[in-house]
């Protein structure tokens, strides 16, 4: 077994009694490869920002789980070397079993979440308060989660949002000792989180999202005190970036994400913890097309890489700085 102490890597405890003090949200990102760590190190050491590496089970999977231990420490000693030395925690994004969770523990994870949203109420209670049960054992944090959010990432595919319920969020909390309780108030997985017709147009013409439902999140708010809510599915689509992408060659329709003011909104209560992954997912894409359509004849990854990797930094920055207000909070 790993302790995540030894890379060094912190869990979430001390990063979300800060955000909630200081009105503001720590970033969640998602990682695959080299370029996407690199990125997101940059960004958050250039902005001084505390920030959650995550990994989903398919990234685990695609990664494999002895490189990403070691890209995690390697994190930690890059973001030393950019001359900042940045609260970096390494985050299971939906584990779904309780085995998977015990894993990424074993091997070096310094927060885990275990999604048992799916489940029954009271099945998702037992799931989580044995993860969390053998997670605090190694000063390992955990996410729970409640209601459900519509949309595809990865394995997690659910066709209807459900509306987290705050009449269970204290019983909750209460029987898991969970460290973070991701909620269901608007968002959703994907670049595709809602369709035209639940959309309104704006002066502009441009299509405008219904709004998170703010008042879930208020009673939430005043059930749970000071304790850290986690939103997921929180991209915004930057239409920029889709139209770049189809410009050069690629054919997304329809991807509308949550604007960017809802979620500074979100981060000034008691989210904690926005997650991001879809929109760098399109930063990236964007660049890659744009090399690929300019320079058909290039083959060195460094030069469609390296573009994708700057473009996916200055995103983050511009997260950081402007949308989760974590800035400065390092």
Avoid: W
Avoid at 123 to 131: D, G, H, M, S, W
Avoid at 157 to 185: C, G, H, M, W
């Amino acid at each position: 077994m790993i302790n995540y102490k030894e890379i060094g890597l912190v869990n979430t405890r001390d990063m979300f009694k800060k955000a909630v003090k200081g009105g503001y949200a720590v970033p969640a990102y998602n990682f695959n490869n080299m370029e996407q760590l690199q990125a997101i190190i940059q960004a958050c050491v250039e902005t001084k920002s505390p920030v959650i590496l995550q990994v989903s089970s398919g990234a685990r999977k695609y990664a494999n789980q002895t490189l990403l231990r070691y890209m995690a420490q390697g994190a930690v000693a890059y973001a030393k070397e950019l001359g900042c030395d940045i609260p970096i925690a390494l985050h299971l994004d939906h584990g779904d079993t309780f085995d998977l969770c015990k894993s990424c523990v074993d091997m070096g994870f310094s927060s885990v979440m275990i999604d048992g949203s799916h489940l029954e109420y009271e099945q998702n209670i037992e799931l989580t308060a044995r993860v969390v049960e053998f997670a605090h054992q190694h000063d390992v944090t955990v996410e729970g989660e409640l209601g459900v959010l519509a949309g595809v990432e990865d394995d997690v595919v659910a066709e209807k949002s459900t509306y987290t319920n705050p009449s269970q969020v204290e019983d909750f909390v209460k029987r898991t000792k969970v460290d973070s309780l991701a909620i269901s108030i608007g968002t959703s997985h994907g670049a595709n989180k809602f369709t035209p017709k639940q959309c309104t147009r704006n002066e502009k013409g441009e299509l405008v999202p219904p709004p998170l439902k703010f008042d879930i999140l208020n009673e939430i708010e005043k059930r749970l005190p000071g304790f850290p809510i986690v939103l997921h599915g929180s991209s915004s689509v930057p239409q920029n970036q889709v139209n770049l992408i189809n410009q050069y060659g690629g054919k997304i329709e329809n991807a509308i994400g949550i604007p960017e003011e809802q979620l500074r909104k979100a981060a000034a209560l008691s989210v904690s913890k926005i997650n991001i992954d879809s929109d760098g997912r399109l930063a990236m894409t964007a660049a890659i097309r744009k090399v690929f359509f300019e320079s058909p004849g290039e083959y060195d990854p460094r030069k469609y890489l390296g573009p994708a990797r700057d473009s996916l930094k200055q995103l983050y920055m511009h997260k950081n700085t402007h949308v989760l207000g974590s800035a400065g909070k390092a």
